[in-house]
């Protein structure tokens, strides 16, 4: 039987630097979903990518408490602001 979806959230974090402190952690912890699993799940994934840009991330909850997420690339914004330069 498939899970069921209680919702979707949508957060940019910084490529390995999800740490449970604001504004990560409080995101997580009101929809129940487990904030040191996550933390550590995408920073693996997110090891070898440039530290300087906030990745987007969708985190899919589900009714026991269990997520997934998506890790999708930079805004091409901040690409551009990066390849000129610029701070970002």
């Known amino acids: ?6 919702g979707q959230l949508k ?3 910084p490529a390995g630097a ?3 402190s604001p504004p990560v952690g409080p995101a997580l ?3 129940g979903i487990n904030i040191m699993e996550f933390c550590k799940a995408f920073n693996a994934k997110t090891a070898n ?3 300087s840009m906030k990745l987007p991330v969708v985190i899919d909850y589900y009714q026991d408490k269990s997520f997934t997420f998506v890790v999708k690339t930079p805004p091409a914004s901040a690409m551009l602001l990066k ?3 610029l701070k970002c």
Do not use: H, S, V
Request: charged share 25%; proline share 5%.
């Open 1 to 6: 039987m498939a899970k069921k979806l209680l």
């Open 11 to 13: 957060l940019q974090i």
């Open 18 to 20: 999800a740490n449970p």
């Open 29 to 31: 912890g009101q929809r």
């Open 49 to 51: 990518a440039d530290k």
């Open 83 to 85: 390849a000129a330069g």
